[in-house]
């Protein structure tokens, strides 16, 4: 019978590989609290209704991405393929927007079926932050700071190139969808399936295509700066004095787009090209219809998410756990002291292993193994004399220390 794997699009996230992990959402979860964010967390599953309100039932995420699946009671459920819609069904719920504006950080899996690819799983992890309840483009800055200081502070903003653009408002979007409507019915002809099918629900995604065809259509699309309000177009130029003044520096891409009604104004991504194809390592923007059209007041939001697979990758490795002491004992009064001593060392803050099988050259091996730092052996003749060997794993050297020493003679092994 063959080994049991993991099923296709995931992934066992071994030691070194979680350190990765956790330096990512530890560094996150720091730079968040310094903006006022505190952390909360929503069911990894939901009422499917909850995404597919928000995203659309006509849309891939829906119709071919996400896990949904009838429980034993008959209801409908999914898990969560993003965090945004959670934490907004989470703040109508528990009624907190009379307590606006709210500012969250969160972090967990998510699930998409889509192909694995490079820093791309069926089940992913996401670094998330909403701000809801602010509508003015200085909280956009803010988001968008806080992003880049994220990214600092993990040491790969430098690799990383801030793109920008303006979904404008509700008017703008009105005048900008029916123009694209009428561009591209009448190149229908050069356009892929996709792009078809997006064309009567949401003709913005067939900007960010990447298929060829399209990209050779697209090039001869009508610019979304032609149709921006006055209002639209003074907002995003507060938005991009904030991120100068701030030292953030920006590329402006006409071609970033979020394809759902309820986005506007900035949309914002970070960009890589040191993972291949897939390069946004943190995307984000303004969502002020999301509320209202999952059945809250009409509240301003924005927010942004970022793959932990992703961005470990591109950090330095952090730096490894401490070095062990290694408890070996031998004889039956070692094993029976070894215990008690383990654990007054860990209270005191030391990292024991501790051996439980094997004579003394075989625990020796296990201790170079895991690379402890010191071995500490305790053997019938050592008990009698109420101490232990003390052996340097790097010198070689060995002393013998009354077991009431035992903590500060070890001390430089902490």
């Not at 591109?314 to 290694?326: C, E, G, M, S, T």
């Not at 052996?391 to 092994?413: H, S, Y």
Request: hydrophobic share 40%; charged share 25%.
């Amino acid at each position: 019978m063959p080994a049991l794997q993991p099923a296709r699009g995931t992934q066992d996230i071994l030691p070194e590989a979680m350190r990765r992990h956790r330096a990512v959402i530890d560094t996150a979860r720091i730079v968040a609290a310094r903006y006022g964010y505190e952390e909360m967390a929503t069911p990894i599953f939901e009422f499917t209704e909850v995404f597919a309100r928000p995203i659309g039932e006509a849309t891939d995420i829906v119709a071919k991405e996400m896990y949904t699946f009838a429980d034993r009671g008959g209801e409908e459920i999914t898990l969560r393929p993003e965090y945004t819609a959670g934490i907004v069904r989470a703040v109508i719920s528990n009624g907190l927007t009379q307590n606006l504006p709210i500012k969250f950080f969160a972090c967990g899996p998510m699930f998409r079926y889509e192909r694995p690819q490079k820093g791309r799983f069926r089940q992913f992890h996401q670094i998330d932050v909403e701000l809801i309840g602010a509508g003015t483009p200085e909280a956009d800055v803010e988001m968008i700071a806080l992003g880049a200081d994220t990214l600092a502070e993990l040491g790969v903003l430098g690799h990383c190139e801030l793109q920008l653009n303006t979904l404008g408002d509700a008017d703008s979007r009105q005048a900008y969808r029916a123009a694209l409507v009428d561009y591209f019915s009448a190149h229908r002809h050069g356009l892929s399936e996709d792009s078809l099918r997006r064309l009567e629900r949401n003709p913005l995604r067939i900007l960010d295509s990447k298929d060829a065809g399209d990209v050779a259509v697209n090039a001869a699309a009508p610019s979304f700066d032609s149709y921006l309000t006055e209002a639209a177009r003074d907002f995003f130029a507060t938005v991009c004095r904030g991120l100068t003044a701030l030292g953030v520096t920006y590329r402006l891409n006409p071609r970033l787009v979020r394809g759902l009604d309820y986005y506007c104004h900035t949309a914002f991504e970070f960009v890589t090209e040191q993972l291949g194809a897939q390069g946004t390592v943190l995307g984000g923007g303004r969502y002020d219809g999301l509320m209202k059209l999952m059945g809250g007041p009409d509240v301003p939001g924005i927010g942004w998410a970022a793959g932990v697979e992703r961005l470990a990758l591109l950090i330095a490795a952090p730096p490894v756990p401490p070095r062990p002491i290694a408890m070996i004992a031998l004889g039956d009064a070692g094993e029976g002291k070894a215990m008690t001593v383990a654990h007054e060392l860990r209270r005191a803050g030391f990292t024991v292993d501790q051996a439980y099988s094997g004579n003394l050259s075989r625990r020796m091996k296990r201790a170079n193994k895991i690379a402890a730092r010191a071995a500490v052996i305790l053997g019938d003749d050592e008990l009698a004399r109420g101490s232990a060997a003390v052996r340097d794993l790097d010198t070689g050297e060995q002393i013998e220390v009354p077991l009431a020493q035992l903590k500060d003679r070890l001390a430089p092994f902490r």
